[in-house]
């Protein structure tokens, strides 16, 4: 079992910043890809971005690559998502994810945190 708690949504204005961090506990973390996914109201959970265990590994969704990075604390267990430059589109619920395999499909994802809310005014 993973368990993710997620902090740091909030609202900011377009073009401001916020970073989002994803406290993870349980056994054989090393195992996993941690990742972000997001959900805006009426539209289905999409990917964000994810990184593996030795950060060896990242990968971004277009429409946040070049604003968003994504990096981890594997002495703390903790995923972190730095988002600049934010739109108003950005607006969503933010979760973490935790995945034995490297997916960008929300249905095949493991481990869920309960979501932070970020919200991006014009």
């Known amino acids: 079992q993973v368990q993710l708690v997620e902090s740091g949504g909030g609202l900011v204005q377009a073009g401001g910043s916020l970073r989002l961090s994803c406290t993870a506990s349980?056994?054989?973390?090393?195992?996993?890809?941690m990742g972000w996914f997001r959900q805006a109201p009426g539209k289905e959970r999409e990917f964000v971005a994810h990184i593996t265990w030795s950060g060896g590994y990242i990968y971004y969704s277009d429409s946040v690559k070049g604003r968003f990075t994504i990096s981890r604390d594997n002495a703390k267990n903790t995923l972190y998502l730095q988002m600049n430059s934010l739109k108003p589109e950005d607006t969503a619920v933010y979760y973490c994810?935790?995945?034995?395999?490297?997916?960008?499909?929300?249905?095949?994802?493991?481990?869920w945190g309960q979501g932070t809310q970020v919200t991006v005014s014009s």
């Open positions: 349980g056994r054989t973390l090393s195992s996993y890809v």
């Open positions: 994810a935790a995945d034995l395999g490297i997916s960008t499909v929300a249905a095949r994802i493991d481990y």
